[in-house]
């Protein structure tokens, strides 16, 4: 069975080469989209004929039968003669349900053969790593270990220059540090103004960190100048929680629906320095947060918004909220529940990948101080120190090969079926 693999630039350039190879006739089996261009693989329209079931053997006619049949008169004459070659290509224009299920098994046992395939040359590079790149090999390791991505990872292992291993360390937390944005000074926050909406899923700290914000706010301009506004009328006592916040800090607290009462609360309190809205959390996959997004987009006045971060929370986790809270932009983070944070990787590298702004650390639940402005050095050197050899999740040398494989075929599996 001669199966031919070609990879062009585009389609067109991909059936040129197949008609040189294999003519005219050939069968495509199956094409996808490649790194570069198209892979096409095709046979020769012989081989998938020779798949055809055999066609029913007709009689042997000898010539001179033959010359006779033809003295026959017209109204006996036999049916005209079909060729072997004419049958087989039939066949393969109108295939019956036989032949096309065997078509179908030949070209899922191709795709099988070249999944494991890609899968065994993917392993070995990476088995090879350690040998090859003993540096960029520590960085993986060290990486994933520590709760960051493969993406990631891989995205600095690509730019990693030549050194050893300490040399690739340090260029690797200066890497992280340069990458990881944070808001250098809270004075074009607290004295700038403004409308500040606090977003994201249930429990990650919204209220509690509306609350911090706001007593810093009451300490340096008076809680004259500041109002809070709810949009959670959901949860059973939900917006009580900010009531009992406001009255400790003197301030104010508006309870609002919809995007009509927002334009209408915002309008009368136009003359307030900062306004701070405690949004409703839900899930990320809760087809509302659309809409929650939508309503503070329509409040005829600009409304800047926070994510909260849960940074307890699945790498995958945090990568779907923030997914779902970016459609109309994001203004910056917030990383909560920091103190009960096994590790910091997942959170930043979210942060780092996404290119947000992480505004504060919210480390418990004392307000106002356990509210502190982001730090580049603090977080990438927690985010390190925090990886014990004890951890379950520890990959030693020998695996990183087997785990950095099978991530790559998977990713591979969803780009085809999303492809």
Known sequence: ??????????SREAM??????????????????????????????????????????????????????????????????????????????VPTEDSA?????????????????????????????PGRDPAGASIMRDMLAAGFSATLAREMLETLPKGDAEQAQAWMRNTL?????VMQSETDMLDGGGVFALMGPTGAGKTTTTAKLAARFVVRHGADKLALLTTDS?????????????????????????????????????????????????????????EQVEMLCQAGKQIKRLLLLNATSHGDTL?????????????????????????????????????????????????PEDLHLANRQYLIHRAFKTRTLSSPWQLDDSELAFAMSGIQSIQRESAVALG
């Open 319 to 367: 990568n779907e909220v923030v997914q779902a809270y970016q459609a109309r932009g994001l203004d910056g983070c917030i990383l909560s529940k920091v103190d009960e944070a096994a590790s910091l990787g997942p959170a930043l590298d979210c942060a780092i990948r996404h290119e947000l702004n992480v505004h504060y650390l919210a480390t418990g639940q004392r307000v």
């Open 177 to 181: 540090m340069k990458r990881l944005n």
């Open 16 to 93: 040129r080469q197949l008609r040189d190879a294999l003519g005219p006739d050939a069968v495509i089996l199956s094409n996808r989209a490649v790194d570069g261009g198209v892979e096409v693989l095709a046979m020769p329209a012989e081989d998938i004929a020779a798949m055809a079931p055999p066609a029913v053997d007709e009689p042997v006619v000898s010539l001179s039968h033959r010359a006779a049949m033809r003295e026959t008169p017209p109204e006996t004459e036999p049916e005209p003669e079909v060729t072997i070659k004419r049958r087989l290509i039939e066949r393969v224009a």
């Open 234 to 290: 959901y949860r059973i006592g939900g917006h009580e929680q900010l009531r009992i916040y406001g009255k400790i800090l003197g301030v104010t607290v508006h309870a609002v629906r919809d995007a009509a009462d927002l334009r209408l609360a915002l309008s009368e309190l136009r003359n307030k320095h900062t306004v701070l809205i405690d949004t409703v959390g839900m899930s990320q996959r809760d087809q509302a947060v659309a």
């Open 101 to 129: 299920q065997l078509a179908q098994s030949v070209i899922s046992e191709i795709k099988s053969m070249q999944a494991r395939l890609e899968s065994q040359l993917a392993d070995l590079a990476w088995r090879d790593l």
């Open 1 to 10: 069975m001669n199966v031919k693999r070609i990879v062009a630039r585009t």
